[in-house]
């Protein structure tokens, strides 16, 4: 790989950034406000409830957690769908770029756009709501981690749902955290879940995140083996979307979609 | 150099169109063999055979939807051939995408550079795409060549289609090609801008030892810039040879009486593509 056209992907989406508020401002707008919501939530019920539980640091930090996810995926996404906006692709994929340096482009960009919300949300969290972040120390690397890397695989899986279906299959690709959300258990223990749904909890590395974060919360320490499990699952996924991505690639290399792409479609 | 008439059109044992005869040393920016596209039962390209020398101009002509686009989109890499073989420099595509494609760049109106962009940005964006060492200063040189400082900040959407024929042309420049594609390169441009292009283009094209394949329906313009063009009708090369030489041995008035004819032929029987020896020709490269 060369670091040149890997640089040319990042830095086509800064000049983008730099020159458009209407790109800066979902950054930070939309986590901002999941922050300030689910920040007032969680210390209404801290008023209410009397479990002991403090939900500041078990629903607010879950949240945050998940709004980080949600960004790293739209941010690999977003670079993407640049491409897709301007009809870009005979342009860029008639240079020498590699897909591998194409994806790993896109992901730089995630990387990039996903730490600009998460300090956006760190510091509300914690000026606003006293959220104990830092509280939770090393293990938010783990943490962090699983659920990037995981952003990361799902970013580029959108981004091959685009480009096999057309532009118009971007409806579909925002409501996907949505979907999965429920299955994870971003707000609730897995156990609260049937089985099937469990089950289906299990293959989804963020899942790993949310129980021991709840588990640390509460107490009761972690579980090194689960969270070592969704980093494997969340690395395994990225190699299944570096695959599904490539093979559309070619799909659309061999078909004509490629280089007619305005069609949506071909044969 | 002696070179036949009548193009390989892909059946084996005919003379392959613009590649030199055994022997004959030449150094080909591109060579095409056998190459085909099949959409389902649609034919857009029937197993054609050619080759573009360095230096060299050839025009590639032939009716609407005969497969020029669909061509070249083979030879960007952009669009797998559903048979055949394309070499850049002498490095086949097929298995060698990146070095293949490292010296060849194009410029297409269906491919417009991402509007949002600026004129700087663009050619930042491409020059790291198509990995140039020393990208900042070779924009700065692009932009001094085809007159482009001035609109350095603006947005390539805003540009005149001039304007963006010639953003185009630089970017199109920037990674030093030996092969250039360029579709329809005059196709919006009014006829002192299409002229001034052709010049800088043909300067380019002697100064840098270029290959060039060029698609145009200005026949005009093709008799003035090609050292050679290759007619293209139904996703076969019907002809081939000198543009200005082949109407006069063809029996027409003018290449487009010659364009007009071909193209209206049925195909399979083109009396002109039989007739008529292979005439003699400049050499690659020289000034009409
Ligand atoms: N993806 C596709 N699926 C089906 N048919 C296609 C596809 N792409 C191109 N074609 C067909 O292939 C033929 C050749 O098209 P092409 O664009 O190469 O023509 P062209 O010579 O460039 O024409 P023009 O002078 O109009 O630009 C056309 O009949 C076109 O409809
Ligand atoms: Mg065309």
Not at chain 1, 86 to 108: D, Q
Not at chain 2, 14 to 25: D, K, M, N, S
Not at chain 2, 79 to 104: C, F, K, M, N, Y
Request: one cysteine or more; hydrophobic letters at 50%; aromatic letters at 10%.
């Amino acid at each position: 790989m060369n670091l040149r056209p890997i640089a040319a992907i990042a830095l086509r989406q800064f000049y983008l950034l730099r020159s458009s508020p209407t790109r800066v401002l979902p950054m930070i707008a939309w986590v901002a406000i999941d922050i300030i919501l689910w920040g007032f939530i969680s210390r209404y019920l801290n008023t209410v409830a009397s479990t002991g539980v403090n939900f500041i640091s078990s629903l607010l930090g879950a949240v945050l957690f998940w709004d980080f996810f949600t960004r790293v995926m739209q941010g690999v996404t977003m670079a993407f769908f640049e491409d897709v906006w301007s009809r870009n692709f005979i342009n860029v994929f008639a240079t020498p770029l590699l897909i591998s340096e194409y994806l790993t482009g896109l992901v730089l960009t995630g990387i990039a756009t996903s730490l600009v919300g998460l300090i956006v949300m760190l510091v509300l969290a914690t000026w606003l709501f006293g959220l104990p972040f830092f509280s939770l120390g090393v293990l938010l690397l783990p943490f962090l981690l699983v659920l990037f890397l995981f952003g990361i695989a799902l970013g580029v899986l959108a981004s091959a749902m685009v480009l096999r279906l057309g532009p118009a299959s971007e409806w579909l690709v925002w409501p996907i955290p949505a979907l999965l959300s429920p299955f994870v258990g971003v707000f609730y223990p897995l156990s609260t879940l049937p089985a099937w749904m469990r089950a289906v909890g299990h293959l989804l590395p963020p899942s790993y995140v949310f129980e021991n974060m709840r588990s640390v919360v509460g107490g009761h320490g972690y579980s090194g083996s689960g969270l070592l499990t969704g980093i494997a699952l969340a690395l395994l996924d990225i190699l299944l979307a570096a695959w599904l991505f490539t093979s559309i690639y070619r799909y659309a290399v061999r078909s004509g979609l490629l280089a007619r792409y305005a069609a949506e479609s071909v044969s | 150099m002696n070179v036949p008439a009548l193009a390989g059109a892909g059946h084996a044992g005919l003379p392959i169109a613009g590649v030199a005869t055994p022997g004959v040393a030449a150094d080909y920016a591109l060579r095409a063999d056998g190459l085909r596209k099949n959409y389902g039962s649609t034919v857009a390209v029937d197993g054609i055979s050619f080759g573009v020398r360095a230096g060299e101009i050839v025009g590639l002509l032939g009716p609407n939807g005969a497969g020029k686009t669909t061509t070249i989109n083979m030879v960007l890499g952009v669009l797998q051939p559903s048979a055949g073989d394309i070499r850049i420099e002498g490095v086949e595509l097929a298995r060698h995408r990146s070095r293949a494609l490292a010296h060849t760049n194009f410029t297409a109106v269906y491919a417009a550079l991402p509007g949002n962009l600026t004129v700087y940005q663009n050619l930042r964006f491409f020059s790291l795409l198509y990995d140039v060492p020393a990208g900042v200063s070779r924009i700065e040189q692009l932009l001094d060549e085809f007159d482009l400082r001035r609109l350095r900040n603006t947005r390539s959407g805003v540009l005149s289609s001039g304007e963006q024929t010639r953003l185009a042309l630089a970017k199109a420049m920037v990674n030093e090609p030996r092969l250039l594609l360029l579709d329809e390169p005059t196709a919006s441009l009014d006829p002192s801008a299409a002229d001034l292009i052709r010049s800088r283009i043909r300067a380019m094209a002697v100064r840098t030892d270029c290959g060039i394949l060029w698609t145009s329906h200005n026949m005009y313009e093709v008799e003035e810039i090609c050292d050679r063009v290759l007619f293209l009708s139904r996703g076969r090369i019907l002809l081939e040879g000198d543009p200005r030489s082949l109407p006069h041995a063809h029996g027409a008035s003018s290449l487009e009486e010659l364009f007009i004819r071909l193209a209206r032929e049925p195909l399979g029987s083109a009396p002109a593509a039989a007739a008529a020896p292979a005439p003699k020709r400049d050499a690659p490269g020289a000034a009409p």
